[in-house]
C-alpha cells in the first residue's frame, strides 16, 4: 500500500498540518482508525492539560507491609500487600529462588 502526504486542518487552530506518508504507514500499522485531527502544537498543548502522569499514583502512596518470610521466617517489608495463601519471601530468599529458576 502507497501513502502520500495529506493536508489536514487542526480542530483546534484550524491551522493546516501535513500528515505524512510515514505518519500514514505508522497508523495502518497498529491499526489506527481515525486519522489526527490535531496538530504537534495543538496536541502537545491538549497532552499537557490531560497528563497521564497526574492520574498516576505517587510515591508518597506505595503501600509497605512488614511480614515474615516464607522460607526462613526473617522480619522483612515488601513493596505490596501479600495475598493470603501465597509465600512471601525476604530479599536474600526471593534471589535465591530466582537464582535457581533460571539455572
Known amino acids: 500500500m502507497e501513502f502520500q502526504d ?3 486542518k487542526c480542530v483546534d487552530c484550524n491551522s493546516d498540518f501535513i500528515f505524512t506518508a510515514g505518519e500514514q504507514l505508522f497508523f495502518h500499522d497498529k491499526q489506527f482508525k481515525n486519522e489526527p485531527r490535531r496538530c504537534k502544537n495543538c496536541k502537545s498543548k491538549r497532552s499537557l492539560t490531560y ?3 497526574a492520574s498516576a499514583p505517587s510515591e508518597s502512596t506505595r503501600v509497605e507491609t512488614r ?3 516464607s522460607q526462613c521466617g526473617k ?3 515488601v513493596p505490596f500487600k501479600p495475598t493470603q ?3 512471601v519471601f525476604c ?3 526471593f534471589q535465591a529462588k530466582r537464582q535457581m529458576a533460571t539455572a
Open 67 to 69: 511480614t515474615s518470610c
Open 51 to 53: 497528563s497521564p502522569v
Open 75 to 77: 522480619d522483612t517489608t
Open 6 to 8: 495529506k493536508v489536514l
Open 85 to 87: 495463601g501465597r509465600p
Open 91 to 93: 530479599r536474600e530468599c
